[in-house]
C-alpha cells in the first residue's frame, strides 16, 4: 500500500491521499522506513510496518506552500 499524507480537503482514500487528522495519517507522522505503527481502531488495534517513505519535504527543508 502506497499512500501520501495530506490536508483534511485535499484527502481521498480511492486516490492514497490519507488526510493527516485520520487516525492512521496522524500515527505514522514522525516515523522512519522500517518502523512499525499502531493505533486503536473500533475493532482492536491496527499495526502497519514502515517499508519506505518515498518523499519528505519537509526534512529536507522544502515547505513550499
Keep these: 500500500?502506497?499512500?501520501?499524507?495530506?490536508?483534511?480537503?485535499n484527502a481521498n482514500v480511492s486516490q492514497g491521499r490519507i488526510s493527516l487528522l485520520a487516525?492512521?495519517?496522524?500515527?505514522?507522522?514522525?516515523y522512519r522506513s522500517g518502523d512499525v505503527v499502531e493505533w486503536p481502531v473500533p475493532g482492536g488495534l491496527k499495526r502497519l510496518k514502515i517499508e519506505e517513505v518515498l518523499c519528505q519535504p519537509e526534512a529536507?527543508?522544502?515547505l513550499d506552500e
Design 23 to 30: 487516525p492512521v495519517g496522524a500515527s505514522v507522522v514522525g
Design 1 to 9: 500500500m502506497v499512500f501520501t499524507l495530506v490536508s483534511p480537503s
Design 60 to 62: 529536507a527543508g522544502d
